[in-house]
């Protein structure tokens, strides 16, 4: 067997390995060629020494990392057995933090944060959606699927979608059509492998819970930025008395409707709305249409650095329009996926767009992320991209 590459690296880089962080930008390459994606790489401190070893993605780009770290450990067996171990350790862990009879979609991998970095594989019942980030997964697809298939608790089929390309087959049969999950008493039907991510927003589900707990019998509710309905149906399982559901997207909507009817919401309580909010909240306004409890959960509003600031005037601008919608004494749960912008920004551009819309937030009641089955590391904070806040306005 060939011996495997090795890099040896700074002192920099080498304490801050050693520290947890969990990737090697491609400048400590330093000019030579990059490893071949899917390769591992032993990590030898700046005196030789051993370190670890690490999984090449196979290219220098731009803000993407050269390697991600495996292990810290010398002694820990070549990737193909270290999948096995640390996917069985990360289904251990699920079955610790999550109640599974009545929870059958749920993160089994989380990139970094299982120490397989860069790979997320998503389970809903018995169908695991790989998502990789990079090329440097793309070689070992067969010793994940078969990891998956012995480690991952009674796996049937087991898919991959690559970022950019289209979900394929590596075992089994994908399902026909949507399948069925339950989520802590609520029930969704979602299509593995299509659609955002890798087929539903699991990261919310926490968050979907809090609001089903905290709505009230014959509130009136309002779910902007409803997509497929994760949140609407949570409002109404929770016994809202009627759940209005605001999307672009008309076709959408006709899930949202096709979920409430999964969960026994009657049709009379569930209204979808095709539009722009920002053309609908100000006819609402207008016509002094006011909601009890209000959920933003709008798409991540920007990918880089650079787009933050922009991406905060929006959110701003999203505050300030539907201030005033929310009824007197009425809850705000907020939401934000956009990278880099945390909770304290979140609240921040809340409490001016609200501020700016003559509303006033007299508490924060709640502020959380995504559930315990998307740990991350903590030398790497900048993973928690997803903030939810449940405010109390004037």
């Known amino acids: 067997m060939a011996r495997p590459a090795t890099l040896q690296l700074d002192r920099r880089t080498a304490r801050a390995i050693l520290d947890g962080h969990p990737w090697i930008w491609p400048d400590v390459l330093d000019g030579q060629k990059a490893p071949r994606a899917g390769a591992e790489v032993e990590l030898l401190d700046p005196?030789?020494?051993?370190?670890?070893?690490?999984?090449?993605?196979?290219?220098?780009?731009?803000?993407?990392?050269?390697?991600?770290?495996?292990?810290?450990?010398?002694?820990?067996?070549?990737?193909?057995?270290?999948?096995?171990?640390?996917i069985a350790q990360a289904r251990r862990l699920r079955e610790r933090l999550l109640d599974l009879d009545s929870t059958t979609a749920w993160r089994l991998i989380n990139g970094e944060g299982d120490l397989l970095p860069g790979l997320v594989v998503d389970r809903f019942d018995g169908t695991a959606v790989v998502r990789p980030d990079g090329d440097g997964w793309r070689p070992h697809e067969r010793a994940i699927t078969d990891a998956l298939l012995s480690e991952g608790g009674g796996l049937?089929?087991?898919?991959?979608?690559?970022?950019?390309?289209?979900?394929r087959v590596l075992h089994g049969t994908p399902p026909a059509g949507h399948v069925v999950v339950r989520e802590e008493g609520r029930r969704y039907r979602i299509r593995p492998g299509f659609g955002q991510k890798t087929g539903f927003f699991l990261d919310q589900r926490d968050n979907r819970t809090a609001v089903q707990r905290l709505v009230q019998p014959g509130d009136r509710a309002l779910?902007?930025?409803?997509?497929?309905?994760?949140?609407?149906?949570?409002?109404?399982?929770?016994?809202?008395?009627?759940?209005?559901?605001?999307?672009?997207?008309?076709?959408?909507?006709?899930?949202v409707a096709g979920q409430?009817?999964?969960?026994?919401?009657?049709?009379?309580?569930?209204?979808?709305?095709?539009?722009?909010?920002?053309?609908?909240?100000?006819?609402?306004?207008?016509?002094?249409?006011?909601?009890?409890?209000?959920?933003?959960?709008?798409?991540?509003?920007?990918?880089?650095?650079?787009?933050?600031?922009?991406?905060?005037?929006?959110?701003?601008?999203?505050?300030?329009?539907?201030?005033?919608?929310?009824?007197?004494?009425?809850?705000?749960v907020t939401a934000s996926c956009t990278a880099r912008l945390s909770a304290d920004d979140?609240?921040?551009?809340?409490?001016?767009?609200l501020k700016a819309g003559g509303r006033t937030v007299t508490r924060e009641l709640r502020r959380a992320g995504a559930g315990a089955d998307h740990p991350v590391p903590p030398a790497l904070p900048q993973l928690r991209y997803l903030s939810c806040l449940v405010l109390a306005l004037d």
């Open 260 to 332: 409430m009817d999964l969960n026994g919401i009657p049709a009379e309580r569930h209204t979808g709305v095709a539009a722009d909010i920002f053309h609908w909240l100000p006819k609402q306004a207008r016509a002094k249409d006011r909601y009890d409890v209000v959920v933003c959960d709008p798409p991540a509003l920007s990918r880089k650095k650079a787009d933050l600031p922009n991406a905060r005037k929006a959110y701003r601008r999203i505050h300030q329009a539907l201030a005033p919608v929310v009824a007197p004494g009425g809850l705000l």
């Open 346 to 353: 979140l609240l921040e551009d809340a409490i001016a767009g």
């Open 223 to 255: 779910d902007l930025f409803s997509f497929t309905g994760g949140f609407s149906v949570a409002l109404a399982v929770g016994g809202a008395g009627h759940v209005t559901s605001v999307d672009l997207s008309a076709p959408i909507l006709e899930e």
């Open 156 to 167: 049937d089929t087991v898919l991959i979608r690559p970022k950019k390309e289209e979900s």
């Open 47 to 86: 005196l030789g020494t051993p370190i670890g070893r690490a999984l090449a993605d196979g290219s220098t780009r731009p803000g993407a990392p050269a390697l991600r770290v495996l292990t810290l450990d010398p002694r820990d067996p070549p990737l193909r057995k270290l999948l096995f171990r640390r």
